[in-house]
């Protein structure tokens, strides 16, 4: 059995978060994004994160934030990471972890094998970052629609500065044969644990968990 983290991002609701805890989920995900059937509003959020389940660590989903956009996150919903999904550069990175003294996760879109080349300065001013399949043209979210990459792209690049996790059309039936071919630590999922959009569905997190962790 490996010590493979996961998170599930998607949180709406006390039960969600419960239920990932119950699963053995390390990481949960409060979504910012406004576009998205997933986010929660600041004041929702706030709710969810001062009444997480011990343990668990909050991580707040942003894309391409403004500090004010951050400031008040931040100064309403305890958090522990911010995650950055959209296209922000290397120098806001550095600048959003010191300016908030949060720990932060860059995401990085992959769709072909030159799509992996700016991780490594990434992960020089980044706590974590996110392997995710980049967004079709034409996407309605930045993230979280259900795609894979293809996983052998990492089979000989996945050693970087910063600790890293897989996402990207993640389901319990494929998530074990994507850690096997990517070496992965650490497996982010959204839609893999989904009854209908947007409804987590407390036994599918289990079954992701179990599965990622039986590895
Ligand atoms: O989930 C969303 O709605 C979302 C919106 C905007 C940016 C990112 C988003 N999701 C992130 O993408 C991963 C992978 O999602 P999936 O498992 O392929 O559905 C998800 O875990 C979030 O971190």
């Known amino acids: 059995m490996a010590d493979i983290r996961v998170k599930i991002c998607g949180m709406k609701t006390r039960a969600d978060m419960e239920a990932a805890a119950a699963a053995g989920a390390a990481y949960v995900g409060l979504n910012f994004y406004a ?4 986010s929660v ?6 709710a969810l994160a001062s009444d997480a389940p011990v343990g668990l660590a909050k991580v707040g989903l942003v894309v391409n934030p403004t500090d004010a956009d ?19 550069s290397v120098e806001r990175v550095a600048e959003i972890k010191t300016r908030y003294g949060l720990p932060v996760m860059k995401v990085i879109g992959v769709a072909e094998a030159a799509d992996l080349d700016p991780i490594d300065l990434y ?8 392997v995710d399949a980049k967004a079709p043209k034409g996407a309605k979210l930045p993230g979280g629609n259900g795609i894979s990459f293809d996983w052998q ?41 989904e009854s209908a959009p947007a409804q987590k569905d407390p036994d599918l997190m289990r079954a992701f968990v179990e599965a990622a962790q039986a590895v």
Not at 35 to 38: E, W, Y
Not at 164 to 193: C, F, H, Y
């Open 35 to 38: 576009k998205s059937a997933r």
């Open 41 to 46: 509003t600041i004041a929702q959020a706030a």
């Open 70 to 88: 951050l400031d008040a996150i931040t100064g309403s919903v305890p958090l522990d990471m911010i995650q950055l999904h959209g296209q922000e």
């Open 123 to 130: 992960a020089q001013v980044a706590d974590q970052l996110m």
């Open 153 to 193: 792209l990492l089979a000989s690049k996945k050693y970087w500065q910063a600790p890293w996790m897989l996402a990207g059309g993640l389901t319990p039936e494929n998530v074990a044969e994507a850690i096997r071919k990517t070496g992965a630590r650490q497996v982010d999922v959204a839609s893999g644990v």
